[in-house]
Structures are given as structure tokens and as C-alpha cells.
């Protein structure tokens, strides 16, 4: 099949043949009514600058299309939040999006459910914290979070979209692997996130509180793949989507498929970042108010500063998997480590590595309870961003 | 052969210039596609049956003989990613 394609006039330059950002993150808005203790917000988010206009969002959601973005999540926060969210899924439905929402479903209602679905919303993803209301309700700080959630996650269902429910999972809800399947099952989800914690953000304070012992995850494993085994055996089309957390690795996930090479965030504040939680880096990133987003992609020394190899020392450097991985997550190896530049402390070849066993030691011992995390709220935050 | 592949909800089928590719969406992810299998699934309109597609397809590629297997074993494949539906 032959298709003649326009070259494009202004081919950028493209020194480290980055690829298109196909996926776009449009983190709306910090605002959300819940305090997840392991949420991936900044832990300073209480103190950042205002919020990108709806004309701004159009502008970012109009370049990120034009270079090739195919997939856009909205998120935050609690995207709800925004006035203007229908307005934004009717546009970037327009310009050819398949568009995703992320939320918890705390702001959504049946009317909103339908007004989204024609704009064009492809599809709903919603986030639970546990299969039982004390569990959920304690972790998501809000007395009322799992009913509403149950009636949103039947009214989404309902109104015919493809539903994804999510789960976090860690120390204090990991033994209900099967609770929270057959739950998934009964509200008749596609597809099912169970995704382990990543350690950054919120969750890294709260490291010890929510890492699940090896005994636990290997538990947990087992359940899954049963699960899983029943559902092909009974033709059912729910999918099963299983995270482990890379704690108990000895390599590295490829973070991001590679530094600024797929994925490309953008902050409630317009910040534009390689990945959700780079934020946390000591890294200067580019602003969708002050740089055009073709620039801050290709251009700009936030976005340049991981790509390639140049960046990487030793055990990486010389390491013959370094095309496979890149070296790890950078958030991690500098939470881990103190400087972003080193290997992925998962990397049993990193010399950090014993901090990583340190963690799986102490997740066998962990005591500590539900009411001994720091939950994700306004008065926190503002401690952290005091110090 | 008289069934009648459509997408499920929630699979978005379009072209995507940037990749050159057609591309199948869904929540949370896409498969680039071949260039057969977005030949084929491009036929795919929720109207017309198995055999009407083949037939289109040879109609396209004159060259490349008979198709109705590939494009049936592709089609009967697409069902099981839960990609598409036949009824
Ligand atoms: S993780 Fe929890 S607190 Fe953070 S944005 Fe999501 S729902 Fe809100
Ligand atoms: S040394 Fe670096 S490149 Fe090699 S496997 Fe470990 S993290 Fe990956």
C-alpha cells in the first residue's frame, strides 16, 4: 500500500533521534480531594504557581498532535477539578487524540459520565485504594470515597465505555489479591491495573510503611496468575495488568522507554517533563509558556540531558545492557543515591545496591501501620516544601 | 467467512502520519501496525462480512494471489487480542 506523506518543511534537528512524543500526560491540576500516601505528586505540589489556562491546554494539546502525540491521559490531581475538562476531551477528540481519563472518581457524576462520552471521551480509568470501604476509605483519607467510587465505576460501565479500574497495591491491601479481582470482575472492568508502588514522590517517604514483603508479593504472583488461568478458561475478555515493584529486581526497568523518547508530561503549571515524577530532579525543566513545545522536546537541555549515553558513569558506561535499560529510572538513582547520574540502584552492578537490599530486609520486619503514613494534603506538603 | 468483523469498544483504528503507519488505539495503549494487518483491518467497517474483504483485498493487490486464509487466521487472531468482534 503506497500513502504519499508531505515532508514536513522544518524537519528539527534531531542530534540524539529521539522519537515523537506519542504519549502525552496532561496533568491538569494538583487539586484532589483525596490524600493518597503514595501519591506521585511533588511533595511541594501546595506550592506551585498557577495553573495553564483552558487557551494554553488547547495550544499544548494542538503541538503535541502536530508532532505525532497519539495518546493523551488527563490526570493530576484530580482532573474533575478543572471547570473546563469537557471543553479540553471535545478538543483533543477533535484533533485525533485518543483520550484517557485518570481519576478517582470523587467529583464525577452520572451527567458528567454522559456529557464526556460526547465530547468524545475514549475512555475512564478509575482508581480504588482497597476491594473494602474501611481499607479504602482509611488509605484515600475520605469517608465517603468508596461508594461513590463503586457508582461511578457501574455508571462508566453503563454509559459503554472500556473500563480500566486501578489498584495500588502495598503492604496494607496486597492480601486482597483476590477480593479486589472478583470485584473488578463484578463491575465488569476490561482491564485491571494492580500496580505495586513506585517508590518516588509521597510513596518514598512513606517507603517503609507500603513496601510489600517478598513473602506477600510472591503470594500475590500466584494469585494473579490463578486468576488469570480462570479468566482465559471461562472466556473472559477482563485483562489482568500485574506491576511488581522493580524493589525486587536485579535489573532495572527501562524507565520511560528512555529519557524524552515516548513519553512527555506536562505539569498543572505548564512545567514540561520526561516523566511524571522528574520534577524532583535537580534539573532545570522547560515551560510550556515561555518555549514552544517543539523546542522544549527536541531543543531544550531539560529534555537533552539524559538522552544518549555521553551522560552515563561507570557501571553503566562500559555495562553491555546499557541499550536495554538505559541505566534505570534517574528518579530513583537519585532519591537512592543522591546523584540522578549514577545506575538505578536495582542494578545489583550499582554499589548502591545494598540500600535497595536494606529496603527488602526491612519490608520483612516493617511494622508500622496505616495511621503512621504521611498522608498527601495541603498542611504536609507545605512542611515538606519548608523542610 | 460470512461473519462480519467489527471493532469493540474502545479500539480506535486511524492513521497516524507521524509513525506512517495506521495504529490501533485502545485505553492506555497502541499497536503500530504491518503493513497487512492495516491493509486489512482497514476494511473493517462493522458491514461487510469476511468474504467481501478478501475480496476487496485481492482486488487491491492483485499480485499477491489468494488471500482468504491470511486474512481469516489475521482476522480469527485480532478476535482473540479481544481486538475486534465477528458475529
Ligand atoms: S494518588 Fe490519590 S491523592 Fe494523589 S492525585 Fe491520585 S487520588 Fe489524589
Ligand atoms: S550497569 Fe547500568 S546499564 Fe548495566 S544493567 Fe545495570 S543499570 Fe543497566
Redesign the pocket.
Known amino acids: 500500500m503506497s500513502r504519499t506523506e508531505t515532508a514536513d518543511p522544518i524537519k528539527p534537528a534531531n542530534p540524539h533521534n529521539a522519537g515523537p512524543p506519542l504519549w502525552l500526560l496532561a496533568e491538569l491540576t494538583?487539586r484532589?480531594?483525596?490524600?493518597?500516601?503514595?501519591?506521585?505528586?511533588p511533595l511541594d505540589f501546595a506550592q506551585t504557581e498557577k495553573e495553564l489556562t483552558t487557551e494554553e491546554w488547547v495550544s499544548v494539546l494542538r503541538k503535541g498532535r502536530k508532532m505525532g502525540a497519539a495518546q493523551l491521559g488527563f490526570?493530576?490531581?484530580?482532573p474533575l477539578v478543572r471547570q473546563d475538562l469537557a471543553e479540553l476531551i471535545a478538543e483533543a477528540r477533535h484533533l485525533g487524540y485518543y483520550t484517557n481519563l485518570?481519576?478517582?472518581g470523587?467529583g464525577l457524576t452520572e451527567a458528567k459520565v454522559d456529557a464526556f462520552a460526547e465530547a468524545g471521551l475514549d475512555h475512564i480509568q478509575v482508581?480504588f485504594?482497597a476491594s473494602d470501604p474501611e481499607l479504602n476509605n482509611a488509605v484515600?483519607?475520605s469517608r465517603k470515597a468508596f461508594d461513590q467510587k463503586l457508582a461511578m465505576a457501574r455508571a462508566v460501565k453503563e454509559a459503554g465505555y472500556p473500563m480500566v479500574l486501578n489498584f495500588?497495591i502495598h503492604r496494607h491491601n496486597i492480601h486482597q489479591m483476590n477480593d479486589i479481582m472478583s470485584l473488578c470482575e463484578r463491575l465488569g472492568a476490561d482491564y485491571v491495573e494492580l500496580a505495586t508502588c513506585q517508590y518516588y514522590?509521597?510513596a518514598f517517604e512513606n517507603r517503609e510503611g507500603l513496601m510489600p514483603s517478598k513473602a506477600q508479593l510472591v503470594r500475590a504472583e500466584q494469585e494473579v496468575n490463578q486468576y488469570r488461568e480462570r479468566l482465559q478458561q471461562s472466556g473472559s475478555a477482563m485483562k489482568l495488568i500485574f506491576v511488581t515493584p522493580d524493589y525486587y529486581e536485579e535489573r532495572p526497568k527501562a524507565c520511560m522507554n528512555g529519557w524524552g523518547n515516548l513519553f512527555l508530561t506536562v505539569a498543572p503549571d505548564g512545567t514540561a517533563l520526561p516523566c511524571h515524577s522528574a520534577r524532583l530532579l535537580p534539573i532545570d525543566f522547560p515551560n510550556v509558556r515561555d518555549m514552544d513545545l517543539q523546542s522544549i522536546w527536541f531543543d531544550s537541555p531539560g529534555f537533552n540531558h539524559y538522552r544518549g549515553d555521553s551522560w552515563m558513569p561507570e557501571p553503566c558506561r562500559s555495562c553491555d545492557e546499557k541499550e536495554k535499560d538505559f541505566g534505570g529510572c534517574r528518579c530513583q538513582a537519585y532519591l537512592l543515591t543522591g546523584n540522578a547520574d549514577n545506575a538505578d540502584p536495582v542494578c545489583s552492578k550499582s554499589s548502591y545496591h545494598d540500600r535497595i537490599l536494606a529496603a527488602r530486609k526491612a519490608a520483612d520486619h516493617a511494622t508500622a501501620g496505616l495511621t503512621e503514613l504521611v498522608y498527601?494534603?495541603a498542611d504536609n506538603s507545605r512542611l515538606f516544601f519548608r523542610g | 467467512m460470512h461473519e462480519v468483523p467489527r471493532f469493540r469498544r474502545g479500539f480506535r483504528f486511524q492513521w497516524e502520519p507521524a509513525q506512517e503507519s495506521y495504529v490501533l488505539l485502545y485505553p492506555e495503549g497502541m499497536v503500530k501496525l504491518n503493513g497487512s494487518a492495516g491493509a486489512i483491518l482497514n476494511e473493517v467497517d462493522g458491514q461487510r462480512s469476511v468474504a467481501d474483504i478478501v475480496t476487496s483485498l485481492e482486488q487491491q493487490f492483485p499480485d499477491a494471489g489468494p488471500l482468504g486464509k491470511d486474512v481469516s487466521e489475521f482476522l480469527q487472531d485480532a478476535r482473540q487480542q479481544h481486538w475486534i468482534e465477528l458475529s
Open positions: 494538583y484532589c480531594p483525596l490524600q493518597c500516601p503514595y501519591c506521585s505528586n490526570s493530576g490531581g484530580e485518570i481519576t478517582s470523587l482508581s485504594q484515600a483519607g495500588v514522590g509521597w498527601r494534603n
